[in-house]
């Protein structure tokens, strides 16, 4: 079988290799059940076992769901998202798959006389776009290595990873990016301001990936709750159309994004869970309840003093209440 020089999978099979290819979308799951972009008949691989997610320079990541029984690169379980290396041998429970990717230059070359009509060409556009960003970071993960047997630590961060992409899609955005015990995602607003609601949305977002985290402990041994830290902006930003067919894929980049980040680590400066820039808190300020208070912080690469609006996850779930309650009584 002639390989065409794109991303794809190597699966091994007795009838022989199997090849999956690796384009025209930036995300692809694994695992039994019918609802995978690869279903594997394998009763060692769990219903949701892993996925795929190729990042805007190229790189591909690797992440377990939460998987009983384990992902494997080069016969080292991960228990974190990885980036993937060219001719890594990937394990799934008892099937065996390699991973190939060819010089980024290369990626969509086509041979000259192979055809390749399964593959659809993947457009590249960046607009100016008002977005808001969440990065949500788990606390002190590196206290938790030491303190869990891998296999433990393996289906907690897989089943949190798994758990906040649902939760983010639900809630009208998608994972942008998994770095190490963290992910980012993006909510992209229409060309005019951010009405109050669709920011109430996200923080409803947040409100709830916190209550998942928090409830891990009740189904796997740690020794005590999981908790997270959260950074939320809003403003502008490049944005990166780099999917294909009638779903689209988004990347953003910039100072917003940027902030984004920092705003989640200056909550350990303050020793708080959640920083809001502050365009992000006047759109949720617009309701007549205020639980957060305002900071100022020092963020990594940033010449001047910034202000942000912080809390805990108790301020930001009785706001939420607050804000819900009156909702319903200007309803009725």
């Not at 959260?230 to 930003?237: D, K, M, Q, S």
């Amino acid at each position: 079988m002639t390989v065409p020089p794109i991303p794809h999978l190597i699966l091994q099979t007795e009838s022989g290799n199997r090849y999956l290819s690796l384009v025209g979308t930036t995300c692809w799951t694994v695992g039994r059940g019918d609802d995978n972009n690869f279903v594997l008949p394998d009763r060692w691989i769990s219903r949701n076992h892993a996925m795929f997610q190729r990042m805007e320079n190229g790189e591909f990541y690797l992440i377990d769901l939460g998987s009983r029984n384990g992902s494997f690169v080069n016969g080292r379980r991960v228990s974190v998202p990885v980036t993937l290396q060219n001719g890594d041998h990937l394990t799934f429970g008892q099937t065996e798959l390699d991973f190939y990717c060819p010089d980024v230059a290369h990626l969509f070359v086509t041979p000259v006389g192979m055809e390749m009509p399964e593959i659809s060409a993947t457009a590249t556009l960046h607009v100016r776009r008002y977005i808001s960003v969440l990065v949500v970071d788990i606390r002190n993960f590196t206290g938790m290595t030491r303190q869990l047997d891998e296999k433990v630590l393996s289906e907690v961060i897989g089943t949190w990873f798994r758990c906040a992409g649902e939760i983010i899609r639900e809630y009208g955005s998608w994972v942008d990016k998994y770095i190490g015990d963290a992910v980012m995602a993006v909510w992209i607003h229409g060309a005019k301001a951010v009405e109050h609601q669709e920011m109430v949305r996200i923080a409803n977002a947040l409100n709830a990936l916190h209550k998942m985290t928090s409830q891990l402990h009740e189904k796997y041994p740690l020794p005590a709750p999981v908790r997270i830290g959260a950074g939320l902006n809003t403003g502008y930003a490049m944005v990166g159309n780099t999917g294909s067919g009638d779903r689209p894929d988004y990347t953003a980049l910039g100072d917003t994004v940027n902030a984004a980040f920092r705003l989640e680590s200056s909550t350990k400066q303050i020793g708080l869970d959640i920083a809001f820039g502050e365009t992000t808190y006047e759109y949720l300020a617009e309701s007549e309840f205020s639980l957060f208070k305002q900071y100022t912080v020092n963020l990594k690469g940033y010449d001047t003093p910034t202000s942000t609006y912080a809390g805990t996850f108790a301020d930001l779930d009785e706001f939420l209440r607050l804000v819900s309650n009156s909702s319903t009584q200007k309803g009725d």
